[in-house]
């Protein structure tokens, strides 16, 4: 009898480095269905295109409206990438922060359905010595959103 093999639960990793002499490490993602690991994937890219600095592709990994609720509580609604991050926004936050990168401390799927996916992250952003500006964990909601898989809302502590 042959048994064919399920292609979930599947892990997602992606490869963390604090600075270019540090230790690698992985960050792992049990996924356990399609619509699960397209939300995460596009977690994943929103954070590639911050890391590169890219407002415009950053703001291709949202889903508008988008709402943020940052540490003071504040709800933040923007209804476009050009309200979210405007030209200059990476300059800015480069300057006024000394950020240079971020990376994943970890990322959970808590809940999911067909169209909407909560996940539970953390991630740390860091100067170019290494050393840690902040680490935030966040709550991010995922959505399908016109056969679009992007970041709804996220509430955090950064």
Known sequence: MTTLSKPYPKEIATTEKITEDSEARQV????????????????????????????????????YPHARVGANGQLVVSESGDRLMPPGFFEGFRRNS?????CWDSREVIQSIESKVHLMVTFSRYRVDG????????????????????????????
Do not use: L
């Open 28 to 63: 792992v993602t049990v996924v356990g269905n399609e619509y699960e690991e397209k939300a995460v994937g596009a977690a994943i890219a929103y954070m590639d295109a911050w890391n590169e600095g890219d407002a415009e592709k950053t703001s291709t990994c949202i889903n």
């Open 131 to 158: 050393s840690t500006i902040g680490t935030f964990p966040s709550i991010w909601v995922m959505t399908n959103q016109d056969n679009h898989w992007g970041i709804k809302m996220r509430s955090s502590f950064a």
């Open 98 to 102: 000394g950020w240079n990168h971020s």
